[in-house]
């Protein structure tokens, strides 16, 4: 069941982390179509892979940890984790 990126990231707490995040092609938005596929399953057509489940739970933890334990907003959940799977590595701090 496909679902927009950011409720994907508001229910991250409830995924499986054994499963994938998959987005639709085009820009990653708050509003993107995502989807979390299980081990062994295909994606949907026309989706390509962002991110694991606990990737994506680890890089929400850092944006905390890194702030000082403030709660990500969902822009920021959705920036954190875009971030991370266009680049390799956690969203830096702004000066």
Do not use: N
Not at 13 to 25: A, H, K, M, N
Not at 58 to 84: I, N, Q
Request: charged share 30%; glycine share 8%.
């Amino acid at each position: 069941m496909t679902r927009a990126f950011g409720d994907l990231l508001d229910a991250i707490d409830q995924l499986d982390e054994e499963g994938t995040i998959f987005i639709r092609e085009g820009p990653i938005e708050d509003s993107s179509e995502a989807v979390v596929i299980s081990q062994g399953q295909e994606p949907p057509p026309g989706f390509k892979y962002l991110l694991e489940v606990f990737l994506a739970k680890e890089v929400l933890g850092v944006w905390s940890k890194w702030r000082s334990g403030k709660k990500a907003s969902r822009a920021d959940r959705c920036e954190a984790v875009a971030y991370y799977a266009s680049h390799d590595a956690y969203l830096p701090m702004q000066k």
